[in-house]
């Protein structure tokens, strides 16, 4: 693949079918980075905080 940025002249401005296609990759770059960091951190640590505190709560009705 070609490196679109070496068309552009120092002066010229950015087409903008270019433009939107960069932002566009950037864009699809952020989702996969959120849902990784989703699946990834945020999910797991979700349910071991549950099941952490499900464990407590049956911990503290065993012990009255």
Not at 13 to 42: F, H, N, T
Request: proline share 5%; glycine share 4%; aromatic share 4%.
């Amino acid at each position: 693949m070609q490196n679109p940025f070496k068309n552009i002249v120092e002066n010229q401005q950015v087409p903008e079918m270019l433009r939107d296609r960069v932002m566009g990759d950037i864009r699809m770059i952020k989702l996969s980075l959120d849902l990784a960091d989703l699946v990834a951190v945020k999910y797991p640590s979700s349910i071991m905080d549950l099941l952490g505190a499900s464990e407590k709560t049956k911990k503290g009705k065993n012990n009255k």
